[in-house]
């Protein structure tokens, strides 16, 4: 493995060689990374703040530390409605009936978030997904479940299979509603940004259900559980939840003059440490950051070695323009590094993907975008190759000995 390192991204990266092993990997973004500690108290425990525009990750705190979702669960199980909504495999005027099992298990015996729906009555979608989406009603939940799949079970099955191909790779889900159930129901707060982001980029016509103010049902009128749609900052979703054992949580989104932010937290003492720790950051995010422009698309930022080729190496370019959010205080130490695994064996074709790049500041990797040839390469006479050969030879048992 070969990085090379750039202290001022605005400049041509100088080539510092330094073998080590690193897997390559490219990501949606690296939710282990964070900017600099906001200047103020964050009592909640996990925390991931993200911004949508740059890909920038503006703080984050035990991101990747699995939790209960309790009422979280609910984003995905809006998001398979949704789906099969814009796939014309579900109307909105398709009517279910509330089972014993749902009105015993969510609704108003349950004591639980509930639109209150009746014993054996029929609500169709677009009643059962406003249930979900602003009142976060577990009856509401389980008929959904049920009217689709035919039971709970089966339809956790598809909200599994529908996480795996979205990429959220810590989440596993038992029920519609995430109320405790046996089995190991857990999310991260990296996976449930990830699939907030998902429901509003892939369902606009859906995602202001998030934000509608308030909802009826069964004559009981319910405003919106996310107390944050009410503190004029543009917040616009999603949902909320908490355990006894592991604390409030919730995942919101906000966006002000045309930036979007999405924040995940969890850990949380009290609805109010909650509500005000979420207010804070979202504040924080949409103040105290500016965007910087780092590359323009095709440049080149780096060289990587090639074994067996008409040439030693090749440029690798970013393909679109790259920008970060930094603190406004403090814009003066961001850097670059590029990592692949190298040498990379001729032949290479223009537009091959070779690794990654990451943008860092100090220490902290702020977000990484893949790298990839500038030019095709073609592979190399005998004579290229037995000299590569020799040379990896001489220097190759530095990069394994690391590994």
Known sequence: MVWFQSANVKAK??????????????????????SAEPPFTVKSEQIL??????????????ADQPFPPASLAKLMTAEIAFKALAEGKLQPDTAF????HAWRTG????????????????????????????????????????????????????????????????????NPTGLPQDGKQQVTLTDMVKLARHLHDSYAQYYPLYSQESFSWNNILQRNRNPLLRLNMGADGLAMGGTKETGLSII????????????????????????????????????????????????????????????????????????????????????????????????????????????LHDKDVLLERPVYAAQDVAEGTLRNKSLDALYELATGWIRRLLK
């Open 49 to 62: 703040l993200f911004d949508a525009d740059t890909g920038s990750v503006l703080f984050s705190r035990k």
């Open 107 to 174: 609704g108003a015996p349950s004591r639980t978030a509930t639109m209150f729906a009746r014993l054996n009555s029929q609500l169709t979608v677009n009643d059962l997904i406003q249930g979900i989406t602003v009142q976060s009603a577990n009856d509401g939940a389980i008929v959904l479940a049920e009217g689709m799949s035919g039971s709970e079970q089966a339809f956790a099955q598809t909200m599994n299979e529908r996480a795996h191909a979205l990429g959220l790779k810590q989440s596993v889900f038992i």
């Open 252 to 359: 919101a989104s906000a966006q002000q003059n045309g930036r979007r932010v999405y924040l995940g937290l969890n850990g949380a003492k009290s609805v109010l440490e909650r509500t005000e720790d979420a207010e804070k950051l979202i504040r924080w995010a949409m103040n105290d950051f500016v965007k910087t422009p780092v590359f323009n698309a095709d440049t080149e930022v780096a060289q990587a070695a090639l074994y067996g080729g008409t040439q030693g190496s090749v440029g690798l370019v970013v393909q679109e323009a790259v920008s970060v959010l930094v603190p406004v205080q403090d814009k003066t130490k961001l850097r670059s590094q590029v990592i692949y695994e190298g040498p990379v064996a001729a032949p290479v074709t223009k537009g091959q993907e070779i690794g990654r790049i990451q943008i």
């Open 97 to 100: 009936t509330v089972s014993e």
């Open 13 to 34: 990266p100088v080539r510092k060689v330094c073998f080590a092993a690193v897997l390559m990997v490219t990501q949606f973004f690296s939710s282990n990374a964070h």
